[in-house]
């Protein structure tokens, strides 16, 4: 009689080393968070190194405010029509204002787009713009604007006041409000806007095409 060999229960197969891969992983994870921990880090040390050594330069070179300041005032054509209202008039009226802007800081100026409205006793006549423009350190520049007035309807009390201002005493009073964008440029660097507001009042000679009167405030800017 042939005996068969007595085999055991088969032995348990490996199991695959779970408690390498979850290490392998978490410590794949703890250095990643630890280069974006370095990396924060080191960016924001820049960014306040760069902040400081632009503090240190504002405080050194103590900038000043741009001195905008309106210069001339010249009225090339002024003329009064009736409409077919009866109680208003048509007011058609050619300025042209010249500014002058002055930089008196060691580092330059950027300006962008400005807007002048001019004003007969509150009622807008018309609107003028500058374009923007770059101005050097120590330097003075002149820009003109010209402000075309077509046929704005007055009533009749404000047109004859103003036709009497004009042909009678030969002063007509307005108001020119406008706001100036500017910012200024340290090492490249261009700080944020700041606005200037201007309000100022002039009395303008039409048979001398020339201003007789001008009274200025520019406030809102702060560098």
């Known amino acids: 009689m042939t005996s068969r060999p007595i085999t055991g229960p088969n032995p348990p197969s490996a199991a695959p080393n779970h408690h ?14 630890g280069c974006c921990c370095c990396l924060f880090l080191l960016f924001s040390f820049l960014a306040l190194l760069a902040l400081a050594v632009v503090l240190v330069v504002v405080l050194a070179l103590k900038p000043k405010k741009p001195d905008f300041d309106l210069q001339q005032v010249g009225v090339h054509y002024m003329g009064i029509s009736p409409t077919t209202a009866s109680s208003s ?56 604007t010209l402000i075309v007035v077509d046929r704005v309807s007055l009533l009749q009390a404000d047109a004859a006041d103003l036709v009497r201002d004009a042909s009678l005493n030969d002063r007509v009073e307005l108001r020119v409000v406008g706001d100036v964008g500017a910012k200024i440029r340290i090492l490249g660097l261009t700080s944020p806007g700041v606005q200037v507001s201007v309000d100022c009042t002039i009395a ?10 001008k009274q200025c405030g520019f406030d809102g800017l702060s560098v």
């Open 20 to 33: 390498h891969y979850s290490s392998s992983s978490s410590s794949s994870s703890a250095s990643f968070r």
């Open 204 to 213: 303008i000679s039409p048979r001398k095409q020339s201003l007789i009167y």
């Open 89 to 144: 008039a048509a007011v058609s009226l050619d300025i042209r204002m010249v500014f002058s802007a002055a930089n008196d800081n060691k580092v330059g100026i950027k300006y962008g787009e400005s807007r002048f409205t001019v004003m007969y006793r509150g009622i807008p006549l018309g609107r003028g713009t500058i374009p923007g423009f770059y101005q050097p350190a120590h330097s003075v520049r002149r820009i003109e």
